[in-house]
């Protein structure tokens, strides 16, 4: 994957749910557990694979597969800690 289009650092350190509102089909989001964002860190990926309106993902620990997104986590160290950063990129 390409580099994002877009990179936040999480206000008040720490997020534990999102919610998608318009977001196009090929859109990406990823969240992680540090600060710096490194692909060797734990993170979660959120896929939007069909036109999102509006939709909670309640967590970031849990993986999702239906048919409007996917939810992967990715443990490299461990489980998946305190959200302090996000990526987006458009689809």
């Not at 734990?42 to 993902?57: F, G, M, P, Q």
């Not at 409007?68 to 990129?89: F, K, Y």
């Amino acid at each position: 994957m390409g580099p994002f289009a877009a990179q936040f650092p999480v206000p008040n350190g720490e997020a534990k749910s999102c919610t998608l509102i318009q977001v196009q089909a090929g859109a990406k989001v990823r969240v992680f557990d540090s600060s710096f964002g490194s692909p060797q860190e734990n993170c979660a990926e959120i896929t939007v694979l069909s036109y999102v309106e509006d939709r909670c993902i309640p967590s970031f620990s849990d993986a999702i597969a239906d048919g409007e997104v996917e939810l992967r986590v990715h443990n490299s160290n461990g489980a998946l800690g305190p959200i302090t950063r996000i990526e987006m990129q458009s689809g």
